[in-house]
T-cell receptor, first 108, second 113 residues
Framework: RKEVEQDPGPFNVPEGATVAFNCTYS??????FFWYRQDCRKEPKLLMS???SGNEDGRFTAQLNRASQYISLLIRDSKLSDSATYLC?????????FGKGTRLSVIA | DGGITQSPKYLFRKEGQNVTLSCEQN?????MYWYRQDPGQGLRLIYY???????QKGDIAEGYSVSREKKESFPLTVTSAQKNPTAFYLC????????????FGPGTRLLVL
């Protein structure tokens, strides 16, 4: 199966910081993209879908660059509660292909 | 209350024993999936099913078996052939429309005694 690559981190940032994660995918034919959040010892939960024009949901912004085959997630004004692992997910003609995740720790 | 349920939350397996993990969904989703997650690792696909009475192997199917007799249910059996079964097992479902996301159950932790 095709690959999805993420920097595993951890990213340790202070509260209020802005942090960005990138993810690259290998299948140029991939059609849809997602970011999931996984808390320690819990199941992954959908954070946001990534649309070709980019999309924003509060403090979170996702962008897609098809030419370079990467997806990004930007978190502004980080909160302690943002500490989690963020999974990049690509629709590779289903089932979805999951990256291994990037761990974020927001520090007070 | 719609969603995906998995049971049990923790399961202990003895050497040579088969164990079955339950996964039920009431979302009317066509597709269901089983993943395995090891500490600090990503999700690896074990099996998936697009419709009732049909399923396909994922990336790490050896030592596992599944059935899909009902749309709502997709149980996973970890057989004695799986030599390293200790992991976090996650079940997911999706509507099986291209581009649709997957929704996960709370998971089952399997430990070998």
């Amino acid at each position: 199966r095709k690959e999805v690559e993420q920097d595993p981190g951890p990213f340790n940032v202070p509260e209020g910081a802005t942090v960005a994660f990138n993810c690259t995918y290998s299948n140029s034919a991939s059609q849809s993209f997602f970011w999931y959040r996984q808390d320690c010892r819990k199941e992954p939960k959908l954070l946001m879908s990534v649309y070709s024009s980019g999309n924003e949901d509060g403090r979170f912004t996702a962008q897609l660059n098809r030419a370079s085959q990467y997806i990004s997630l930007l978190i502004r004004d980080s909160k302690l509660s943002d500490s989690a692992t963020y999974l990049c997910v690509v629709n590779d003609n289903t089932p979805l292909v999951f990256g291994k995740g990037t761990r974020l720790s927001v520090i007070a | 209350d719609g969603g995906i349920t998995q049971s049990p939350k923790y399961l202990f397996r003895k050497e040579g024993q088969n164990v079955t993990l339950s996964c039920e969904q009431n979302l009317n989703h066509d597709a269901m999936y089983w993943y395995r997650q090891d500490p600090g690792q990503g999700l690896r696909l074990i099996y998936y099913s697009q419709i009732v009475n049909d399923f396909q192997k994922g990336d790490i199917a050896e030592g596992y078996s599944v059935s899909r007799e009902k749309k709502e249910s997709f149980p996973l059996t970890v057989t004695s052939a799986q030599k390293n079964p200790t992991a976090f097992y996650l079940c997911a479902s999706s509507p099986w429309t291209e581009g649709e996301t997957q929704y996960f159950g709370p998971g089952t932790r399997l430990l070998v005694l």
